[in-house]
């Protein structure tokens, strides 16, 4: 059972479209983590956010975190062919040690 | 430096054999985890380490799946009497510190198949 749903599953735009992320969970999160996973490799974390209605960019990428702490987006402004990857938000518990991470999103930007 | 890196990339087994899983973590990393990655799913936890005890074996899914790191920082992962459904990419990732908002840096995966 996943905890935190992602939408959409896939991703297909061109390469200079914006594009938006979701994930979702019905639990209450201390902090949410974003990663982005490419092809025989392991997730690499993009972001941490820990405080409702926080919003972190990193170039392109904004997150945002839900004012209640449930739920998180992913923005990327005109996308490029190098953001194509597996896109994987991950939640952490107070008291838990590891990250429970959702169903991911696979996005491919075509030249 | 080094990242984290795990031996074999590929393993392909027969169902009811053994197989273990080598995770080598980045050095001077305390806390080292488990997950398991399904095709078209996150990774799901398994097994947390901080040092040489297993701090957190709740996401092992039963007694055939095992772990060690004897000496705080090399782990290998055993699963006896492996099944078809034991396929799956084996992720291991380490930090500096256990704990939630920890960074955790991951290795690229072991890819089990178990015909």
């Known amino acids: 059972t996943q905890l935190l749903e992602q939408s959409p599953q896939f991703l297909s735009i061109q390469e200079g479209e914006n594009l938006t992320v979701y994930c979702n969970s019905s639990s209450v999160f201390s902090s949410l983590q974003w990663y982005r996973q490419e092809p025989g490799e392991g997730p690499v974390l993009l972001v941490t956010v820990v405080t409702g209605g926080e919003v972190k960019k990193l170039k392109r990428l904004t997150f945002q975190f839900g004012d209640a702490r449930k739920d998180s987006s992913l923005h990327i402004t005109a996308a490029q062919p190098g953001d194509t990857g597996l896109y994987l938000c991950a939640g952490a518990w107070t008291g838990a040690n590891n990250l429970f991470f959702g169903t991911g999103t696979r996005l491919t930007v075509i030249p | 430096g080094a990242g984290v890196s795990q031996t074999p990339s590929n393993k392909v087994t027969e169902k009811g054999k053994y197989v273990e899983l080598r995770c080598d973590p980045i050095?001077?990393?305390?806390?080292l985890y488990w997950y398991r990655q399904s095709l078209g799913q996150g990774p799901e936890f398994l097994i947390y380490f901080q040092g040489t005890g297993a701090a957190d074996d709740s996401g092992l899914p039963n007694d055939r799946f095992f772990a060690v790191r004897p000496e705080g920082s090399v782990s290998t992962l055993k699963i006896q009497r492996t099944e078809r459904g034991d396929s799956a990419v084996y992720l291991c990732?380490?930090?500096?510190?256990?704990?939630?908002?920890?960074?955790?840096?991951f290795g690229p995966g072991t890819r089990l198949t178990v015909l």
């Open positions: 990732a380490s930090s500096s510190k256990g704990g939630r908002s920890n960074e955790q840096f």
């Open positions: 050095s001077g990393h305390t806390a």
